[in-house]
T-cell receptor
């Protein structure tokens, strides 16, 4: 069965802390994505990656960075967490085959609270 | 800018077919129609996608009009576990943009 796992279901951090959110997929997918979801704003794409060591900015990359050193792992980094980064963070992956790029498999999400 | 228009909410009786409409009048020739759903407190789940032909899988059927300006997702026998927000998304070889979706409530 297809699986995308995220390191934590719930996380509480303090303003100014460096935060790492980890995502691992076991499907050998080329593409990986990070979204955040907020009430009234829906899901918004932060960053995505279509290959190891490759990254592309999504719609709201400010305040975030990413790392993809291995194909199965995609990390989202908050260099200095702020309260407006309190949100649900969702990771997804998809195959790189033509026509399947947007057939994304999502993880369960990490609810991050920044105090 | 929203590329799709969906009703904010719909109701369906358990065991009946749920027909969820979506308008996408500005769809381009190389863009697919994708459907996802999100059950409360879970990540979105891919359901189905299509280009111009009707599609069916174990979860649902997708009916796309001949002019491709609208589509309907059909859940043939809705169950209580189908209660979720359903997103209709139009995209080519580009990233997905999730709108507000349709909240489907399946009742006993």
């Amino acid at each position: 069965d297809v699986k995308v796992t995220q390191s934590s279901r719930y996380l509480v951090k303090r303003t100014g802390e460096k935060v790492f959110l980890e995502c691992v997929q076991d499907m050998d997918h080329e593409n990986m994505f990070w979204y955040r979801q907020d009430p009234g704003l829906g899901l918004r794409l932060i960053y995505f990656s279509y290959d190891v060591k490759m990254k592309e900015k999504g719609d709201i990359p400010e305040g975030y960075s990413v790392s993809r050193e291995k194909k199965e792992r995609f990390s989202l980094i908050l260099e200095s967490a702020s309260t407006n980064q309190t949100s649900m963070y969702l990771c997804a992956s998809s195959p790189g085959l033509a026509g399947t790029y947007n057939e994304q498999f999502f993880g369960p999400g990490t609810r991050l609270t920044v105090l | 800018d929203a590329k799709t228009t969906q009703p904010p909410s719909m109701d369906c009786a358990e065991g009946r077919a749920a027909n969820l409409p979506c308008n996408h009048s500005t769809i381009s020739g190389n863009e697919y129609v994708y459907w996802y759903r999100q059950i409360h407190s879970q990540g979105p789940q891919y359901i189905i996608h299509g280009l111009k032909n009707n599609e069916t899988n174990e979860m649902a059927s997708l009916i796309i009009t001949e002019d491709r300006k609208s589509s309907t997702l059909i859940l043939p026998h809705a169950t209580l576990r189908d209660t979720a927000v359903y997103y209709c998304i139009v995209a080519g070889y580009s990233t997905l943009t999730f709108g507000k979706g349709t909240m489907l409530l399946v009742s006993p």
